[in-house]
């Protein structure tokens, strides 16, 4: 999703200077973590370990979903080390 922003008077210079001050690589980036902070305070996202782990989740249950259509095979034990475990005899 893309979305214009337009910023004048004192929160242009404050996303300049943390832009300038080095906080930010770019206002973009200023921008996106004041977002997140801002669903942090009103209780929307917990933390940034939150995300982390609902984004790990989604990952999980697609790769579950993509077993259970058999696009993924899982191996055994036997299978996954067979080759190593003939290489050292």
Known sequence: MQT????DGAVEQVLER?????YFKTRSEAIRAGILELGREYG???SRQDIEDEMA????????EQIKAGKIRLLS???ALGKY???KK
């Not at 943390?18 to 080095?22: C, R, T």
């Not at 989740?57 to 579950?64: A, L, N, P, S, Y």
């Open 44 to 46: 929307t996202i917990k």
């Open 85 to 87: 475990r003939r290489a």
């Open 18 to 22: 943390l832009v300038s001050l080095g």
């Open 57 to 64: 989740v989604k990952r999980m249950q697609g790769i579950d």
């Open 4 to 7: 214009l922003v337009r910023l």
């Open 77 to 79: 034990e036997e299978e």
